[in-house]
């Protein structure tokens, strides 16, 4: 029984959280002008759960660093933070403040 619930609890940190594909295709328009891009940026932040105060102080914890910069980007289903800094590069999930691995963001 303890196996399983460490397992359960592994699981639970391991997976991030994701967008539904309801969620994703609002934030793709297929007219690319200006005031269209600017209301899908407008819906990304509608759409994260993690503001970006709380996700520079995750990103504070790890990188160790004052200055960092923050951008909200999604790939596939993943909404997130993409951090850089003096030597240090996160990728911080804006649905639930976990951090997300390059490799899947890359796939």
Not at 1 to 11: E, G, H, N, R, W
Request: proline fraction near 2%; charge should be positive; charged fraction near 20%.
């Amino acid at each position: 029984m303890k196996y399983l619930l460490i397992l359960l609890a592994v699981y639970s940190f391991s997976s991030a959280e994701t967008m539904s594909p309801s969620e994703h295709n609002s934030l793709h328009t297929y007219n690319k002008r200006s005031t269209l891009k600017h209301n899908s940026e407008k819906r990304a932040h509608q759409l994260h759960k993690v503001d970006e105060a709380q996700a520079k102080i995750i990103a504070h914890k790890i990188c160790k660093t004052k200055k960092l910069t923050l951008t909200l980007k999604h790939h596939s289903l993943y909404l997130y933070y993409n951090v850089t800094g003096e030597g240090c590069t996160l990728f911080i999930n804006a649905l639930d403040g976990s951090i997300i691995e390059p490799d899947k963001i890359n796939q």
